[in-house]
């Protein structure tokens, strides 16, 4: 969500909204300025719309060893809205914009796995409501959302329960749906387990009745493609989605898929993941992302398909098949497959390391640190068995004087 709907203090967004409170008050038509009495109205949108989109604030980056940070996630989102206080003819015609242009981030995850602050249910649902209080006589299609984005690991979004308590928010109306499964999102992604979902929440998902597009997107390392793939295709065979007016989001089975790749940190949370670097990449991991695309059933479907869906069992859960994990794992996966950055840093290893080699340096480093305090212990006990046998001599010194 844009810091303009955060309430922040520095953006000052009650005095934003509630500055026009009624459109029925006097005010200048402002056909003496060139933007309103030279510009078509199709070129002041284009101009509003730019003024008032939300950008990354890059003043305040995430960290850059976070499972978080991502493209167009580096940095939190805000929006400029001087523009709305420059005369009430601009605020008339665009007061919205903040609003429904804003991509909307919600967070279905662990603490350790979003930002320090990210936007709640709850505080969206004020900010609906306020919406709705403020401009009544606005039509709802005027105040949708173009964008939601939802980033979810899997044992939260599997059971349904929270993807609902979001989609219902009174008067939260988007357009466009993106549900993310990030590389950490996927269940046992530590171990190399191979990738499965179960499906509860695609059966129990409503979706409003303004939802046009939603995306479903699946994410691993490059290393795990084939897997991605085969989770994304049968996704895209199997699955459809509902709407809160029975209609149903399905995908086209004959259009392809879109995919991305980037670049990211292996580290987070305190760790370096090794076992999936390339030794000529150190401190980097490639990620693959493949996005599903779901959209009203008449829109990609004939009657032959229509019925073929129906004779389908609803979104059955998927599940990598052994071959395909086979060509993807590697083996011991779970062995060493991320070490800790302090310790890394004490034994002498830094970012631009290659994996093999941090991994051979922290081994020697440990297996020095343990030698080590193998002989500390020795000089201990060899140091307390002195200190005994010593005192054993006094004692019977003491006690053969007369």
Avoid at 66 to 77: L, S, V
Avoid at 243 to 267: F, I, Q
Wanted: charged fraction near 25%; charge should be neutral.
């Amino acid at each position: 969500m844009s810091t303009f709907l955060r309430r922040q203090p520095e953006v000052h967004e009650d005095v934003d909204l509630r500055r026009v409170e009624s459109f029925e008050l006097p005010y200048d038509d402002q056909y003496s300025s060139p933007l309103f009495s030279v510009l078509p109205g199709e070129i002041r949108d284009l101009i509003y719309r730019y003024a008032l989109s939300d950008y990354e604030d890059m003043t305040r980056a995430y960290d850059h060893e976070t499972c978080y940070r991502r493209p167009e996630y580096m940095a939190p989102r805000k929006t400029d809205t001087a523009l709305l206080r420059t005369c009430q003819a601009i605020y008339t015609n665009c007061w919205f914009m903040p609003w429904t242009q804003a991509q909307h981030t919600f967070f279905l995850a662990a603490g350790s796995r979003k930002p320090t602050r990210t936007t709640e249910p709850h505080q969206m649902a004020r900010m609906s409501q306020l919406i709705e209080n403020l401009h009544p006589e606005a039509s709802p299609r005027s105040k949708e959302v173009e964008n939601v984005q939802i980033f979810a690991q899997l044992y939260i979004l599997e059971p349904g329960h929270q993807l609902n308590r979001l989609l219902q928010i009174p008067h939260f109306t988007p357009r466009t749906i993106t549900i993310t499964l990030r590389h950490t999102d996927i269940w046992y992604w530590e171990n190399d387990h191979p990738i499965y979902t179960d499906t509860p929440w695609v059966r129990l998902a409503r979706f409003p009745a303004s939802v046009s597009t939603l995306r479903i997107q699946f994410e691993s390392i490059e290393r795990r493609k084939p897997q991605v793939d085969y989770v994304s295709s049968q996704a895209r065979e199997d699955w459809f989605f509902q709407r809160t007016d029975d209609v149903h989001l399905v995908a086209n089975a004959g259009c392809p898929s879109e995919e991305l790749r980037w670049t990211g940190s292996s580290s987070w949370e305190g760790r370096r993941w090794i076992r999936d670097e390339d030794d000529r990449e150190p401190s980097v991991l490639h990620y693959y992302l493949v996005t599903v695309t779901f959209k009203p059933a008449s829109l990609v479907e004939d009657a032959a398909g229509y019925q073929a869906r129906k004779n389908k069992t609803i979104a059955p859960k998927i599940v990598v098949p052994a071959d395909v994990a086979a060509k993807t794992q590697i083996p011991g996966g779970g062995a060493n497959a991320s070490l800790q950055l302090t310790l890394l840093e004490k034994a002498g290893v830094t970012s631009d390391t290659p994996a093999s080699d941090a991994l051979t340096i922290y081994q020697e480093w440990v297996m020095t640190q343990e030698a080590r305090r193998r002989e500390i212990n020795a000089e201990r006990r060899h140091a307390a068995q002195m200190l005994a046998a010593q005192r054993r001599q006094q004692q019977q010194a003491g006690g053969q004087q007369p």
